[in-house]
Protein backbone atom coordinates (compact mmCIF):
# COMPACT_ATOMS: atom_id res chain seq x y z
CA UNK A 1 0.00 0.00 0.00
CA UNK A 2 1.37 3.30 -1.18
CA UNK A 3 1.48 6.17 1.30
CA UNK A 4 -1.48 7.99 0.07
CA UNK A 5 -3.08 5.36 -0.10
CA UNK A 6 -2.00 4.95 3.82
CA UNK A 7 -2.75 8.18 4.68
CA UNK A 8 -6.67 8.36 3.22
CA UNK A 9 -7.17 5.54 5.19
CA UNK A 10 -5.91 7.59 8.06
CA UNK A 11 -7.99 10.19 7.38
CA UNK A 12 -11.40 8.12 7.20
CA UNK A 13 -10.45 6.52 10.82
CA UNK A 14 -9.99 10.51 12.11
CA UNK A 15 -12.94 11.54 10.63
CA UNK A 16 -14.43 8.11 12.15
CA UNK A 17 -13.24 9.28 15.61
CA UNK A 18 -15.35 12.30 15.16
CA UNK A 19 -18.32 10.31 14.04
CA UNK A 20 -18.24 7.57 16.54
CA UNK A 21 -19.51 10.36 19.29
CA UNK A 22 -22.38 11.54 16.91
CA UNK A 23 -23.28 7.29 16.67
CA UNK A 24 -23.17 6.76 19.67
CA UNK A 25 -25.61 10.06 20.54
CA UNK A 26 -27.97 9.03 18.51
CA UNK A 27 -27.73 5.09 19.60
CA UNK A 28 -28.83 6.55 23.20
CA UNK A 29 -31.47 8.72 21.69
CA UNK A 30 -33.26 5.80 19.90
CA UNK A 31 -32.67 3.86 22.94
CA UNK A 32 -34.01 6.10 25.50
CA UNK A 33 -37.19 6.36 22.61
CA UNK A 34 -37.53 3.00 23.27
CA UNK A 35 -37.71 2.55 26.83
CA UNK A 36 -39.73 5.46 27.66
CA UNK A 37 -42.64 5.09 24.95
CA UNK A 38 -42.46 0.67 24.62
CA UNK A 39 -41.05 -1.02 27.86
CA UNK A 40 -41.46 1.26 30.32
CA UNK A 41 -45.13 1.64 32.21
CA UNK A 42 -46.35 4.63 33.90
CA UNK A 43 -45.58 2.99 37.07
CA UNK A 44 -41.86 2.57 36.20
CA UNK A 45 -41.69 6.92 36.00
CA UNK A 46 -38.41 6.83 39.08
CA UNK A 47 -36.66 4.14 36.50
CA UNK A 48 -37.21 6.43 33.53
CA UNK A 49 -35.77 9.23 35.03
CA UNK A 50 -32.86 7.15 36.21
CA UNK A 51 -32.29 6.36 32.56
CA UNK A 52 -32.63 9.70 31.24
CA UNK A 53 -30.39 11.06 34.05
CA UNK A 54 -27.93 8.39 32.92
CA UNK A 55 -28.24 9.34 29.12
CA UNK A 56 -27.54 13.14 29.93
CA UNK A 57 -24.34 12.61 31.60
CA UNK A 58 -23.10 10.16 29.20
CA UNK A 59 -24.22 13.00 26.22
CA UNK A 60 -22.29 15.47 28.51
CA UNK A 61 -19.10 13.39 28.28
CA UNK A 62 -19.44 12.57 24.48
CA UNK A 63 -20.37 16.13 23.64
CA UNK A 64 -17.01 17.22 25.71
CA UNK A 65 -14.96 15.03 24.13
CA UNK A 66 -16.22 15.98 20.41
CA UNK A 67 -16.00 19.53 21.44
CA UNK A 68 -12.25 18.87 22.50
CA UNK A 69 -11.59 17.24 19.58
CA UNK A 70 -11.97 20.08 17.23
CA UNK A 71 -10.41 22.54 19.38
CA UNK A 72 -7.25 20.53 19.75
CA UNK A 73 -5.32 22.54 17.71
CA UNK A 74 -5.91 25.96 18.94
CA UNK A 75 -2.67 27.86 20.21
CA UNK A 76 -2.70 28.02 23.93
CA UNK A 77 -0.83 30.66 26.39
CA UNK A 78 3.16 29.33 26.71
CA UNK A 79 3.57 30.36 30.28
CA UNK A 80 7.02 28.41 31.14
CA UNK A 81 8.68 30.52 27.69
CA UNK A 82 9.93 33.72 27.05
CA UNK A 83 8.57 35.50 23.99
CA UNK A 84 11.28 36.78 21.54
CA UNK A 85 10.37 39.13 19.34
CA UNK A 86 12.57 40.27 16.42
CA UNK A 87 13.59 43.42 17.96
CA UNK A 88 14.64 41.86 20.50
CA UNK A 89 16.62 39.26 18.33
CA UNK A 90 16.68 39.94 15.33
CA UNK A 91 19.65 37.74 14.09
CA UNK A 92 17.93 34.66 15.62
CA UNK A 93 14.98 35.81 13.63
CA UNK A 94 16.38 36.17 10.59
CA UNK A 95 17.70 32.65 10.76
CA UNK A 96 13.97 31.26 11.19
CA UNK A 97 12.78 33.35 7.81
CA UNK A 98 15.14 32.44 5.92
CA UNK A 99 14.62 28.79 6.47
CA UNK A 100 11.07 29.59 5.85
CA UNK A 101 11.99 31.24 2.96
CA UNK A 102 13.93 28.59 1.30
CA UNK A 103 11.86 25.85 1.84
CA UNK A 104 8.81 28.43 0.68
CA UNK A 105 6.94 28.32 3.50
CA UNK A 106 5.12 31.01 6.05
CA UNK A 107 7.14 32.04 8.96
CA UNK A 108 5.69 31.66 12.42
CA UNK A 109 3.85 34.70 13.62
CA UNK A 110 4.96 33.86 17.54
CA UNK A 111 8.92 32.45 18.65
CA UNK A 112 9.43 31.42 21.84
CA UNK A 113 12.41 30.53 23.75
CA UNK A 114 11.74 27.02 26.36
CA UNK A 115 14.06 24.89 28.48
CA UNK A 116 13.90 21.77 26.55
CA UNK A 117 16.66 20.21 23.71
CA UNK A 118 14.01 20.61 21.21
CA UNK A 119 12.07 22.68 18.36
CA UNK A 120 8.61 22.79 17.02
CA UNK A 121 6.70 24.54 14.65
CA UNK A 122 2.48 24.66 15.71
CA UNK A 123 -0.35 25.98 13.64
CA UNK A 124 -3.78 27.64 15.09
CA UNK A 125 -4.98 24.80 12.56
CA UNK A 126 -8.68 25.01 11.67
CA UNK A 127 -10.24 21.59 10.77
CA UNK A 128 -7.31 19.83 11.91
CA UNK A 129 -5.02 21.86 9.89
CA UNK A 130 -7.15 21.70 6.04
CA UNK A 131 -7.12 25.86 6.66
CA UNK A 132 -4.20 27.11 7.75
CA UNK A 133 -4.14 29.75 10.65
CA UNK A 134 -1.25 31.35 12.79
CA UNK A 135 2.18 29.66 13.34
CA UNK A 136 4.50 29.55 16.44
CA UNK A 137 7.46 28.48 16.61
CA UNK A 138 9.12 26.41 20.50
CA UNK A 139 12.82 26.75 20.76
CA UNK A 140 14.85 24.94 22.98
CA UNK A 141 17.19 27.57 24.90
CA UNK A 142 19.96 24.24 25.71
CA UNK A 143 19.19 23.14 22.13
CA UNK A 144 20.79 26.94 20.98
CA UNK A 145 23.21 26.07 23.85
CA UNK A 146 24.75 22.85 22.02
CA UNK A 147 24.23 23.32 18.14
CA UNK A 148 25.90 25.48 15.74
CA UNK A 149 24.48 27.92 12.99
CA UNK A 150 24.46 25.07 10.29
CA UNK A 151 22.84 22.52 12.08
CA UNK A 152 20.10 24.71 13.92
CA UNK A 153 19.28 25.67 9.93
CA UNK A 154 18.88 22.22 9.62
CA UNK A 155 16.37 21.75 12.39
CA UNK A 156 14.49 25.05 10.82
CA UNK A 157 14.14 23.15 7.56
CA UNK A 158 13.35 20.07 9.21
CA UNK A 159 10.39 22.01 11.41
CA UNK A 160 9.19 23.61 7.96
CA UNK A 161 9.37 20.88 6.16
CA UNK A 162 6.61 19.01 8.01
CA UNK A 163 4.34 21.73 6.25
CA UNK A 164 6.26 21.84 2.73
CA UNK A 165 5.93 18.28 1.12
CA UNK A 166 2.29 18.49 -1.09
CA UNK A 167 2.35 15.05 -2.03
CA UNK A 168 2.14 14.11 1.85
CA UNK A 169 0.00 17.21 2.87
CA UNK A 170 -2.44 14.29 4.03
CA UNK A 171 -0.27 13.72 5.77
CA UNK A 172 0.42 16.51 7.55
CA UNK A 173 -3.34 16.25 8.54
CA UNK A 174 -2.99 12.87 10.05
CA UNK A 175 -0.28 14.06 12.30
CA UNK A 176 -2.52 16.66 14.07
CA UNK A 177 -5.39 14.51 14.04
CA UNK A 178 -2.99 12.09 15.96
CA UNK A 179 -2.39 14.80 18.32
CA UNK A 180 -6.06 15.74 18.85
CA UNK A 181 -6.96 11.86 19.41
CA UNK A 182 -4.23 12.01 22.07
CA UNK A 183 -5.81 15.15 23.62
CA UNK A 184 -9.52 13.64 23.86
CA UNK A 185 -8.48 10.34 25.27
CA UNK A 186 -6.18 12.71 27.84
CA UNK A 187 -9.35 14.33 28.46
CA UNK A 188 -11.71 11.34 29.35
CA UNK A 189 -9.09 10.00 31.27
CA UNK A 190 -9.14 12.41 33.66
CA UNK A 191 -12.35 12.60 34.29
CA UNK A 192 -13.66 12.20 37.73
CA UNK A 193 -17.20 9.97 36.93
CA UNK A 194 -16.94 6.25 36.07
CA UNK A 195 -19.52 7.74 33.16
CA UNK A 196 -16.59 9.24 31.77
CA UNK A 197 -13.97 6.26 32.27
CA UNK A 198 -16.74 4.42 30.59
CA UNK A 199 -17.10 6.92 27.24
CA UNK A 200 -13.38 6.93 27.42
CA UNK A 201 -12.42 3.36 27.27
CA UNK A 202 -14.23 3.05 23.86
CA UNK A 203 -12.13 6.35 22.84
CA UNK A 204 -9.24 4.54 24.12
CA UNK A 205 -9.96 0.89 22.06
CA UNK A 206 -10.59 3.51 18.75
CA UNK A 207 -7.70 5.36 19.19
CA UNK A 208 -5.51 2.83 19.54
CA UNK A 209 -6.64 1.55 16.32
CA UNK A 210 -6.55 4.54 14.83
CA UNK A 211 -2.41 5.55 16.06
CA UNK A 212 -1.62 2.21 14.63
CA UNK A 213 -2.98 3.10 11.35
CA UNK A 214 -1.48 5.99 11.33
CA UNK A 215 1.99 5.28 12.47
CA UNK A 216 3.65 4.66 8.71
CA UNK A 217 2.12 7.88 7.76
CA UNK A 218 3.55 9.72 10.53
CA UNK A 219 6.90 7.98 10.48
CA UNK A 220 6.71 9.36 6.45
CA UNK A 221 6.35 12.73 7.44
CA UNK A 222 9.46 13.09 9.84
CA UNK A 223 11.25 11.06 6.79
CA UNK A 224 9.55 13.70 3.88
CA UNK A 225 10.81 16.25 6.90
CA UNK A 226 14.69 15.25 6.95
CA UNK A 227 15.02 14.71 3.09
CA UNK A 228 13.55 18.65 2.68
CA UNK A 229 16.27 19.70 5.66
CA UNK A 230 19.02 17.64 3.80
CA UNK A 231 18.29 19.22 0.84
CA UNK A 232 18.13 23.00 2.07
CA UNK A 233 20.42 22.91 5.38
CA UNK A 234 22.93 20.22 3.74
CA UNK A 235 23.06 16.39 4.01
CA UNK A 236 25.90 16.78 6.35
CA UNK A 237 24.61 19.39 8.56
CA UNK A 238 21.16 17.49 9.12
CA UNK A 239 23.27 13.99 9.93
CA UNK A 240 25.00 16.20 12.62
CA UNK A 241 21.82 18.04 14.22
CA UNK A 242 19.97 14.32 14.37
CA UNK A 243 23.27 12.62 15.92
CA UNK A 244 23.43 15.95 17.93
CA UNK A 245 19.90 15.82 19.72
CA UNK A 246 20.22 12.74 21.73
CA UNK A 247 23.76 13.44 23.01
CA UNK A 248 22.50 17.08 24.01
CA UNK A 249 19.27 15.35 25.33
CA UNK A 250 20.86 13.09 27.90
CA UNK A 251 23.64 15.96 29.15
CA UNK A 252 20.75 18.47 29.58
CA UNK A 253 19.33 15.85 32.01
CA UNK A 254 22.54 15.04 33.73
CA UNK A 255 22.82 18.93 34.48
CA UNK A 256 19.06 19.26 36.00
CA UNK A 257 19.54 15.93 38.06
CA UNK A 258 23.24 16.90 39.14
CA UNK A 259 23.61 20.22 39.25
CA UNK A 260 20.60 22.58 38.63
CA UNK A 261 19.21 20.63 41.33
CA UNK A 262 22.03 20.61 43.95
CA UNK A 263 20.49 22.45 46.23
CA UNK A 264 17.39 21.06 46.88
CA UNK A 265 18.03 19.59 49.74
CA UNK A 266 19.40 22.88 51.42
CA UNK A 267 16.28 24.67 50.37
CA UNK A 268 18.63 26.86 47.55
CA UNK A 269 19.43 27.79 44.30
CA UNK A 270 22.23 28.12 41.71
CA UNK A 271 22.71 32.35 41.22
CA UNK A 272 20.44 34.39 39.24
CA UNK A 273 20.42 33.19 35.47
CA UNK A 274 22.31 30.08 36.15
CA UNK A 275 19.46 27.95 36.96
CA UNK A 276 19.37 26.57 33.22
CA UNK A 277 23.17 29.23 32.30
CA UNK A 278 25.21 26.49 34.07
CA UNK A 279 24.44 24.33 31.48
CA UNK A 280 26.86 26.36 29.48
CA UNK A 281 29.08 25.61 31.74
CA UNK A 282 28.80 21.77 31.17
CA UNK A 283 28.92 21.92 27.64
CA UNK A 284 32.30 24.09 27.69
CA UNK A 285 34.22 21.36 30.24
CA UNK A 286 32.40 18.28 28.13
CA UNK A 287 32.67 18.01 24.20
CA UNK A 288 33.05 15.45 21.77
CA UNK A 289 33.75 12.02 23.55
CA UNK A 290 33.52 13.27 26.91
CA UNK A 291 29.77 14.82 26.67
CA UNK A 292 28.78 11.71 24.36
CA UNK A 293 29.51 9.61 27.28
CA UNK A 294 26.64 11.28 29.66
CA UNK A 295 24.36 9.04 27.42
CA UNK A 296 26.11 6.08 27.74
CA UNK A 297 25.85 5.86 31.25
CA UNK A 298 22.16 6.83 31.35
CA UNK A 299 19.01 4.14 30.09
CA UNK A 300 17.61 5.06 27.33
CA UNK A 301 13.88 6.14 27.50
CA UNK A 302 11.50 3.15 26.47
CA UNK A 303 10.27 4.30 22.76
CA UNK A 304 6.27 4.85 23.32
CA UNK A 305 4.83 2.15 20.93
CA UNK A 306 2.95 4.85 18.79
CA UNK A 307 5.99 7.05 18.15
CA UNK A 308 5.74 9.15 15.25
CA UNK A 309 9.81 9.57 14.85
CA UNK A 310 11.78 6.75 13.22
CA UNK A 311 14.52 5.19 14.89
CA UNK A 312 17.25 8.07 14.77
CA UNK A 313 20.04 5.76 13.73
CA UNK A 314 17.76 4.95 10.98
CA UNK A 315 17.46 8.43 9.76
CA UNK A 316 21.21 9.21 10.09
CA UNK A 317 21.53 6.30 7.80
CA UNK A 318 19.25 7.52 4.75
CA UNK A 319 20.41 10.92 5.22
CA UNK A 320 23.91 9.66 4.38
CA UNK A 321 22.98 8.05 1.30
CA UNK A 322 22.07 11.07 -0.43
CA UNK A 323 24.70 13.13 -2.28
CA UNK A 324 27.51 15.14 -0.71
CA UNK A 325 27.50 18.86 -1.38
CA UNK A 326 29.58 21.72 -0.28
CA UNK A 327 27.76 23.37 2.22
CA UNK A 328 28.78 23.75 6.38
CA UNK A 329 28.20 21.02 8.27
CA UNK A 330 28.15 21.01 11.32
CA UNK A 331 32.04 20.61 12.29
CA UNK A 332 32.77 22.31 15.63
CA UNK A 333 34.49 24.98 13.77
CA UNK A 334 30.87 26.37 12.70
CA UNK A 335 29.75 29.13 14.85
CA UNK A 336 27.88 28.26 17.90
CA UNK A 337 23.72 28.81 17.39
CA UNK A 338 24.06 31.29 20.53
CA UNK A 339 25.78 33.19 19.20
CA UNK A 340 22.64 34.35 17.70
CA UNK A 341 21.60 35.67 20.64
CA UNK A 342 21.60 39.14 22.04
CA UNK A 343 22.99 39.21 25.65
CA UNK A 344 22.42 34.92 26.69
CA UNK A 345 22.65 36.07 29.89
CA UNK A 346 19.39 38.14 30.35
CA UNK A 347 17.65 35.61 28.27
CA UNK A 348 18.72 32.52 30.35
CA UNK A 349 17.37 34.89 33.81
CA UNK A 350 14.04 35.66 31.88
CA UNK A 351 13.39 32.22 31.23
CA UNK A 352 14.14 31.02 34.83
CA UNK A 353 11.84 33.54 36.00
CA UNK A 354 9.04 31.77 33.82
CA UNK A 355 10.31 27.93 34.49
CA UNK A 356 10.95 28.43 38.50
CA UNK A 357 7.74 27.86 40.34
CA UNK A 358 6.72 30.92 42.75
CA UNK A 359 7.92 29.59 45.63
CA UNK A 360 11.28 28.88 44.65
CA UNK A 361 11.74 32.57 44.33
CA UNK A 362 11.72 33.03 48.47
CA UNK A 363 14.79 30.33 48.02
CA UNK A 364 17.97 31.65 49.05
CA UNK A 365 21.03 32.12 46.09
CA UNK A 366 24.31 30.15 46.81
CA UNK A 367 27.26 30.50 44.58
CA UNK A 368 28.31 27.17 42.72
CA UNK A 369 30.96 26.40 45.45
CA UNK A 370 29.19 27.47 48.36
CA UNK A 371 26.18 24.62 47.31
CA UNK A 372 28.69 22.11 46.34
CA UNK A 373 30.59 22.39 49.54
CA UNK A 374 26.79 22.44 51.78
CA UNK A 375 25.80 19.28 49.44
CA UNK A 376 29.06 17.80 50.06
CA UNK A 377 28.36 18.10 54.12
CA UNK A 378 24.35 17.06 53.78
CA UNK A 379 25.47 14.33 52.07
CA UNK A 380 28.41 13.25 54.20
CA UNK A 381 26.12 13.45 57.50
CA UNK A 382 23.81 11.21 55.78
CA UNK A 383 26.05 8.95 54.78
CA UNK A 384 27.69 8.77 58.48
CA UNK A 385 24.54 8.55 60.26
CA UNK A 386 23.41 5.13 60.39
CA UNK A 387 26.88 4.14 61.10
CA UNK A 388 27.15 6.00 63.80
CA UNK A 389 23.50 5.02 65.13
CA UNK A 390 25.00 1.14 65.20
CA UNK A 391 28.19 2.19 67.05
CA UNK A 392 26.41 4.50 69.82
CA UNK A 393 23.76 1.37 70.27
CA UNK A 394 26.38 -0.77 70.23
CA UNK A 395 28.69 0.94 72.60
CA UNK A 396 25.09 1.40 74.48
CA UNK A 397 24.37 -2.42 74.70
CA UNK A 398 28.30 -3.12 75.92
CA UNK A 399 28.08 -0.50 78.82
CA UNK A 400 24.83 -2.14 79.88
CA UNK A 401 26.46 -5.96 79.47
CA UNK A 402 23.65 -6.79 77.29
CA UNK A 403 23.63 -9.26 73.99
CA UNK A 404 26.07 -7.62 71.91
CA UNK A 405 24.64 -8.98 68.75
CA UNK A 406 21.22 -8.44 69.37
CA UNK A 407 19.83 -5.83 67.09
CA UNK A 408 18.48 -2.69 68.34
CA UNK A 409 15.17 -2.76 69.77
CA UNK A 410 12.70 -1.59 67.37
CA UNK A 411 10.90 1.65 68.92
CA UNK A 412 13.61 2.95 71.14
CA UNK A 413 13.24 6.79 71.44
CA UNK A 414 14.87 8.06 68.64
CA UNK A 415 16.21 11.07 70.75
CA UNK A 416 18.44 8.38 72.91
CA UNK A 417 20.26 7.67 69.18
CA UNK A 418 20.84 11.20 68.38
CA UNK A 419 22.60 12.24 72.08
CA UNK A 420 26.22 11.83 71.92
CA UNK A 421 27.13 10.23 68.53
CA UNK A 422 30.44 9.14 68.51
CA UNK A 423 33.26 10.67 66.25
CA UNK A 424 35.51 9.15 63.99
CA UNK A 425 38.34 8.34 66.60
CA UNK A 426 35.04 6.81 68.70
CA UNK A 427 34.36 4.36 65.65
CA UNK A 428 37.72 3.16 65.11
CA UNK A 429 38.15 2.23 68.04
CA UNK A 430 34.98 0.36 68.35
CA UNK A 431 36.51 -1.26 65.40
CA UNK A 432 39.42 -2.07 66.62
CA UNK A 433 37.95 -3.92 69.73
CA UNK A 434 36.22 -6.29 66.97
CA UNK A 435 32.65 -4.83 67.58
CA UNK A 436 32.45 -4.32 63.52
CA UNK A 437 31.36 -7.62 62.72
CA UNK A 438 30.11 -8.58 66.05
CA UNK A 439 27.52 -5.38 67.29
CA UNK A 440 27.73 -2.68 64.98
CA UNK A 441 27.13 -4.64 61.63
CA UNK A 442 23.85 -5.83 62.81
CA UNK A 443 22.43 -2.82 64.01
CA UNK A 444 22.60 -0.61 60.85
CA UNK A 445 19.53 -0.53 58.48
CA UNK A 446 19.18 -3.34 56.08
CA UNK A 447 15.73 -4.19 53.92
CA UNK A 448 14.10 -7.52 55.20
CA UNK A 449 15.32 -9.83 52.71
CA UNK A 450 19.13 -9.08 53.72
CA UNK A 451 18.47 -9.29 57.63
CA UNK A 452 18.51 -13.37 56.91
CA UNK A 453 22.11 -13.03 55.53
CA UNK A 454 24.52 -14.79 57.62
CA UNK A 455 28.02 -15.12 57.46
CA UNK A 456 30.35 -13.70 54.74
CA UNK A 457 27.41 -13.09 52.84
CA UNK A 458 26.13 -10.85 55.28
CA UNK A 459 29.39 -8.93 55.79
CA UNK A 460 29.79 -8.45 51.83
CA UNK A 461 25.81 -6.63 51.88
CA UNK A 462 26.31 -4.35 54.56
CA UNK A 463 30.46 -3.68 54.03
CA UNK A 464 30.03 -0.68 51.28
CA UNK A 465 27.43 0.88 53.82
CA UNK A 466 30.20 0.79 56.48
CA UNK A 467 32.63 1.96 54.03
CA UNK A 468 30.44 5.02 52.92
CA UNK A 469 29.61 5.92 56.38
CA UNK A 470 33.16 5.96 57.26
CA UNK A 471 33.95 7.82 54.37
CA UNK A 472 31.15 10.53 55.62
CA UNK A 473 32.75 10.84 58.74
CA UNK A 474 35.85 11.36 56.66
CA UNK A 475 35.00 14.05 54.58
CA UNK A 476 33.35 15.93 57.31
CA UNK A 477 36.35 15.85 59.16
CA UNK A 478 38.65 17.40 56.04
CA UNK A 479 36.05 19.77 55.50
CA UNK A 480 35.61 20.78 59.33
CA UNK A 481 39.58 20.91 59.42
CA UNK A 482 39.40 23.27 56.44
CA UNK A 483 41.33 20.36 54.43
CA UNK A 484 38.64 19.88 51.51
CA UNK A 485 37.68 22.13 48.38
CA UNK A 486 34.40 22.32 46.48
CA UNK A 487 35.19 20.83 42.94
CA UNK A 488 32.28 21.73 41.07
CA UNK A 489 33.60 19.15 38.48
CA UNK A 490 31.57 20.17 35.22
CA UNK A 491 33.66 17.53 33.60
CA UNK A 492 32.60 14.90 36.19
CA UNK A 493 30.38 14.57 39.68
CA UNK A 494 30.52 17.97 42.02
CA UNK A 495 31.93 17.16 45.39
CA UNK A 496 34.73 17.31 47.61
CA UNK A 497 38.41 18.13 46.20
CA UNK A 498 40.94 16.19 48.98
CA UNK A 499 44.22 16.63 50.27
CA UNK A 500 46.30 14.68 47.31
CA UNK A 501 47.87 11.99 49.97
CA UNK A 502 44.17 11.69 50.59
CA UNK A 503 42.94 10.93 46.63
CA UNK A 504 45.63 8.51 46.73
CA UNK A 505 45.16 6.85 49.63
CA UNK A 506 41.94 7.16 51.02
CA UNK A 507 40.30 3.87 49.33
CA UNK A 508 42.71 1.85 50.46
CA UNK A 509 42.65 2.59 54.35
CA UNK A 510 38.77 2.80 54.45
CA UNK A 511 38.78 -1.03 52.38
CA UNK A 512 41.44 -2.26 55.54
CA UNK A 513 39.61 -0.64 58.29
CA UNK A 514 36.23 -2.80 56.62
CA UNK A 515 37.78 -5.73 55.63
CA UNK A 516 36.78 -8.70 58.13
CA UNK A 517 39.63 -8.24 60.28
CA UNK A 518 39.45 -4.29 60.73
CA UNK A 519 42.71 -2.95 60.57
CA UNK A 520 42.34 1.21 61.44
CA UNK A 521 45.93 1.61 61.06
CA UNK A 522 46.60 3.23 57.90
CA UNK A 523 43.35 5.45 58.62
CA UNK A 524 44.95 6.64 61.39
CA UNK A 525 48.16 7.77 59.82
CA UNK A 526 46.08 9.76 57.60
CA UNK A 527 44.01 11.56 59.43
CA UNK A 528 47.34 12.33 62.03
CA UNK A 529 48.91 13.56 58.99
CA UNK A 530 46.38 16.16 57.81
CA UNK A 531 46.35 17.49 61.66
CA UNK A 532 49.73 18.19 61.05
CA UNK A 533 49.00 20.27 58.57
CA UNK A 534 47.86 23.51 59.61
CA UNK A 535 44.69 24.83 57.66
Given at each position: MNFRLRAVRALVLLAGFYLMGVVLLAVMAVLDWLLVTRLLTARAAWLEGMVLAVTVLLAVAIVRGMFVFLRAGRLGPVPHAVAVTSQDQPELWEQVRAAAKEIGERPPDELYLVAEVNAGVAEQSRLLGLLPGRRRMLLGLPLLAGVTVPQLRAVFAHEFGHYANLDTRLGGVTMRGRTAVLHTVDVFSQGSTPLHHTIGALYLGYARMFLRTSQSVARHQERAADQVAARHAGRDATAAALRALPVLES????????????????????????VHGGFLRLLAARQGERLAALAAGQRPPRPHPYDSHPPTAERIALIEKLPGDERADGSPDAPPALT???????????LEARTLPAEATRLRRMSWDDLVMARAVVDAEGWSR???????????????????????????????????????????????????????????????????????????????????GLAGMVHLRLAEAGHAAPDIAWSGRPGLALPEEWEKAMDDALDAAVADTPDTTPLRTLLASTDRVSP
Open positions: AHTHYLQTYAEIGKPLGALPPVGELLRDPGRVFTAPLQLAVARALRSEAQGTDETAPARRGAPAQKDDAGLPGLEEVLDAFDRGLLWMAVADRIPKPPQAARLVGLSARNFIRPKVFD
